[in-house]
């Protein structure tokens, strides 16, 4: 539907709405089941699976600036559609429920909104992804702006960020499953925010480049080890990873 939007209400409509709805839809259930299959692994196991967003953050991006002067805007968006719809046959193949709830669980649960630990995360992740998306709008922007590098190289450094945050959504899960995911997300979460206030004093192409690798990894955890963190702080995990 983006692909046949020419006013801005039609984009919101389609890029905002539909896609973030979507996304929930999607991203939500195929990590919650994870749970349901591993435990002693949880965390890497959900950082593998994270980081296949990253991992088309890498692609897509070069995939849409390649298209674009050959193709044009509405079938280059196009293309991209099809190329998600074709990956995604796999995954809604495969996707299953592997334990059954006890019972019909409730749409609200609001006893968790009594559990202190769950409040506290909740509000911690809200700020959080407050600031921690503004790079990937906005660095090629920025580097562009303040003349840091060209035009066509500025558009690969998504790409470079979105490359280290693959790893960053691996390693530190690795290491949660041995030291907790509290333990290795919140020095995480410190270290992107100190690195959002270092990009204002960026002002070369070498330094912009460090940038992009060393954010995408230590911010690639703040996307991975929440849902790990979730089920570490429930303590009914009856109905985790379960349908409704």
């Known amino acids: 539907m983006l692909s046949l939007a020419t006013e801005y209400w039609q984009v919101l409509l389609a890029q905002a709405f539909c896609v973030g709805i979507g996304m929930g839809c999607l991203f939500v259930p195929s990590v919650a089941i994870l749970s ?14 994270a980081s296949g967003s990253s991992l088309g953050g ?10 674009l002067p050959r193709l044009g805007f509405p079938w280059a968006v196009r293309v991209l559609a099809f190329l998600s719809l074709g990956t995604l046959i796999i995954p809604l193949a495969v996707m299953r429920v ?15 909104f009594r559990q202190a630990s769950w409040i506290m995360l909740c509000l911690g992740l809200f700020l959080s992804f407050c ?30 960020l979105n490359a280290a945050s693959t790893f960053g959504r691996i390693v530190p899960n690795y290491l949660a499953d041995f030291i907790g995911p509290q333990n290795v997300i919140i020095p995480s979460t410190i270290i992107t925010a100190i690195l959002l206030f270092i990009l204002i004093a960026v002002s070369n192409l070498a ?3 460090v940038f992009a690798v060393i954010f995408g990894f230590c911010s ?14 429930t303590k009914d995990r009856r109905f985790i990873g379960t349908r409704i």
């Open 36 to 49: 349901t299959y591993f435990t002693t692994k949880l965390a890497f196991v959900t950082g593998i699976v």
């Open 58 to 67: 890498v692609l897509y991006p070069i995939v849409l600036h390649r298209l």
């Open 98 to 112: 592997r334990v059954l709830p006890p019972a019909k669980r409730k749409m609200i649960d609001v006893t968790a």
């Open 131 to 160: 600031g921690f998306y503004q790079p990937f709008f906005y660095i090629q922007a920025y580097a562009i702006q303040y003349n840091i590098t060209s035009e066509d190289f500025a558009f690969y450094i998504l790409s470079i």
């Open 207 to 209: 330094g912009i480049v």
């Open 220 to 233: 690639g955890s703040l996307v991975s080890l929440p849902p790990t963190i979730v089920v570490h702080i």
